[in-house]
């Protein structure tokens, strides 16, 4: 019964190649995010989503584009993957905006 | 932009020792969070601290937020080889276009040795 699940787990691929992370959570919540952790561990938030919404959307390249098909999953597809997007993704979820957030246990992406 | 500026960014201490995690900023931030990360996992919600001069205390684990709500420490008493890990903080926004941001620390990588 995992809160926030997210897959795959591990994610290795080329550059220039497109790729797509899954993230589904069960705790009824109506906010979901997705961070990018660096290999320093600074964790950066990339988009957050209410209820289907997009409400943040950091500076990140359009070649990252979320998707909510309903408030209970936030996909993120990349597209054109560089050596630079080479990180720990995490997806998370909060009942509200400012309730705390709730992670699953990470995509680590790995750009041969 | 609102940065946390958290040290020390490593701590490395023996079993039994005491040690404080600093979180500091010029921002004022409608409440503070602090994580705690372990290998191959997210991380995990410690505490909420809301109200400026709050004190928390799980187990020996002791919270404070700052007056002014721009800074917060994290005090460990009697530190176990239980308590590695990576310890986050999070500044919180109340609303408009910082609905639901967090703002996060560098992290503190804490080594217990037995």
């Known amino acids: 019964d995992t809160a926030v699940s997210q897959t795959p787990k591990y994610l290795v691929t080329q550059m220039g190649n497109d790729k797509s992370i899954k993230c589904e959570q069960n705790?009824?919540?109506?906010?979901m995010y997705w961070y990018k952790q660096d290999s320093k561990k600074f964790l950066k938030i990339m988009f957050s989503?209410?209820?289907?919404?997009?409400?943040i959307n950091e500076t990140v390249p359009n070649r990252f584009s979320p998707k909510s098909p309903d408030k209970a999953h936030l996909n993120l597809h990349i597209n054109s993957l560089e050596l630079g997007d080479s990180a720990v993704y995490f997806c998370?979820?909060?009942?509200?905006?400012?309730?705390?957030?709730?992670f699953g246990d990470g995509t680590r992406l790995s750009i041969l | 932009t609102q940065l946390l500026e958290q040290s020390p960014q490593f701590l490395s201490i023996q079993e039994g020792e005491n040690l404080t995690v600093y979180c500091n900023s010029s921002?004022?931030?409608?409440?503070l969070q602090w994580y705690r990360q372990e290998p191959g996992e997210g991380p995990v919600l410690l505490v909420t601290?809301?109200?400026?001069?709050e004190v928390k205390k799980l187990k020996r684990l002791t919270f404070q937020f700052g007056d002014a709500r721009k800074d917060s420490s994290l005090h460990i008493t009697a530190a176990q080889p239980g308590d590695t890990g990576l310890y986050l903080c999070?500044?919180?926004?109340?609303?408009?276009?910082?609905?639901?941001?967090?703002?996060f620390g560098q992290g503190t990588i804490l080594t217990v040795h037995p």
């Open positions: 989503y209410n209820n289907k919404e997009l409400i």
């Open positions: 601290v809301v109200t400026g001069g």
């Open positions: 705790l009824g919540h109506d906010t």
């Open positions: 999070a500044g919180a926004n109340a609303g408009g276009t910082s609905y639901g941001k967090l703002t």
């Open positions: 998370a979820s909060s009942h509200h905006g400012n309730q705390p957030q709730h």
């Open positions: 921002s004022v931030f409608s409440s």
